[in-house]
């Protein structure tokens, strides 16, 4: 317990990993991790951190350019709760796929896939514990935008219900099929070529989650929208998954962390899709609105850079404690459960270093997806001075907020001897896609009531494209 508690430079890491990689087996010898996460650089976490989280930009303005088309399609006009539940369906990329990669970048890190068979009980009891979750929790992101819309004052129609949860349903367990798939590859390959996965997976699984969610949430509704008249398809959709669920249960049941996120990691991720259903609430109230003309485009741009920012730093702190400390058990440098936010971004730890890093991202990032999004959808955005200023400021505002809370809370989740992997990123990113949804309607409103005045004053900037 005393060389795990003393600080990591001052041992060396394979003496410290000497006494074990598994929580359960604290004496058994592992190989030894790849990328020694104490001795990065804000140099080399840059590099590494830099071009996926690029990468992840352009496919969330992708899924931005998306969301706009998407809007005008028959199905999300004639079924006002399909635009609620585009972020839960959106975040369950930071529920389930983030999460999951967090996870298996944890187990890499340690050195617990390094063994062919062993790799193949970790990822295959990994990826049907996602199926699981993302059919039990569509299903219930499904119901949570019913309710959401019933206390809204909008009416029950009994087969567009049916049509919104098989179609949420059958969109998340495509989505985690496809995207639990690619983060296994990512973080099997980033091992063998010694590149810490906790840096590039969860920003590619943010670059293409939204991208699919969204493009399979159009065209599976759509397809069921078209359908509706056929009282038998949808039902057995969901009869359909409720008797592969069982089947997915026992493969998941062969490796027993993933037996106890089965039994006890339900409250994280349901709680983080009904945060992210306040969101889509919001989107829901504000998208078809004059004044919030280019909502749709910067919606999941906003949710998902704070979200991918704040899944990679949750990930690297995880992987942190993994290496250095026991469930329960802070490090002597890391005994305040409350950090201030001056020592979140101006301490001398390795987790201060990739905080400022990150941050140092979000202006630069925002400005070229926002450059992106410009250039495509010139006519149907406002691109004023006024408005990037209030756009980057709220990025900012978002992201330190979440890094801060990322902080703070995998401090707390590690002290109750609970997995920071399990347990905090789902909360984050569905706080993230609340804030980013909420400080962006802000930022309409507020650049609606600065425009409205410089016209009545005398003009203070050039015009907003046209609508």
């Known amino acids: 317990m005393e060389t795990r508690q003393r600080r990591p430079e001052e041992l060396g890491l394979l003496q410290a990993l000497g006494a074990g990689s598994s929580l359960e087996s604290p004496r058994v010898v592992p190989t030894p991790p790849g990328p020694e996460l104490s001795r990065e650089t804000a140099w080399s976490i840059g590099i590494q951190v830099t071009l996926p989280f690029l990468f992840a930009g352009l496919g969330l303005s992708g899924a931005g350019i998306l969301l706009h088309y998407f809007q005008h399609w028959p199905v999300f006009t004639e079924m006002k709760d399909l635009l609620t539940l585009v972020p839960p369906l959106v975040g369950l990329k930071g529920n389930l796929e983030m999460t999951l990669a967090s996870r298996l970048s944890t187990a890499a890190n340690t050195g617990q896939i390094d063994d062919p068979r062993e790799q193949y009980r970790v990822v295959s009891s990994n990826l049907a514990l996602v199926q699981v979750q993302a059919a039990v929790v ?11 819309g019933l ?46 996965p906790d840096n590039i997976a969860t920003p590619i699984a943010a670059s293409l989650g939204d991208l699919i969610t969204l493009s399979l949430l159009a065209v599976v509704s759509s397809f069921f929208y078209r359908h509706r ?30 037996v106890r996120i089965l039994k006890f990691g339900w409250f994280p991720i349901v709680l983080a899709m009904l945060v992210s259903s306040l969101g889509g609430l919001i989107l829901n109230k504000t998208l078809y609105r004059p004044q919030f003309r280019g909502m749709a485009v910067f919606a999941p741009i906003m949710c998902g850079v704070g979200g991918n920012l704040v899944a990679i730093q949750t990930s690297r702190i995880s992987t942190y404690l993994h290496l250095w400390s026991t469930p329960g058990v802070l490090p002597l440098w890391m005994k305040k459960c409350w950090p201030n936010p001056c020592s979140t971004f101006c301490s001398s730890e390795i987790s201060a270093t990739s905080a400022r890093v990150l941050l140092l991202l979000v202006v630069p990032g925002h400005l070229a997806f926002f450059s992106v999004v410009s250039l495509l959808e010139s006519q149907s955005v406002p691109s004023d001075r006024t408005f990037v200023l209030l756009y980057l400021l709220a990025g900012l505002v978002q992201v330190m907020v979440l890094l801060h809370l990322a902080d703070v809370a995998v401090r707390l989740a590690w002290r109750q001897a609970l997995d920071p992997d399990d347990h905090c990123i789902p909360y984050l990113t569905g706080l993230g896609d609340l804030l980013g949804t909420g400080l962006l309607a802000l930022c309409f409103l507020v650049h609606g009531l600065l425009w409205t005045g410089a016209r009545l004053g005398g003009p203070l900037d050039p015009a907003p494209g046209p609508s």
Not at 138 to 148: H, S
Not at 251 to 256: M, R, T, W
């Open 138 to 148: 569509g299903l219930l992101a499904a119901v949570a935008a019913l309710l959401l």
């Open 151 to 196: 206390a809204s004052g909008q009416g029950l129609d009994v087969v567009e219900a049916q049509v919104l949860c098989a179609s949420s349903v059958l969109t998340a367990s495509l989505a985690a099929c496809a995207l639990g798939t690619l983060m296994v590859c990512i973080v099997v390959g980033a091992r063998k070529l010694g590149v810490n």
């Open 229 to 258: 008249d056929s009282q038998y398809l949808t039902p057995l959709v969901c009869v359909g998954f409720a008797v592969l669920t069982p089947a997915c249960v026992l493969i998941a049941k062969q490796n027993p962390p993933v």
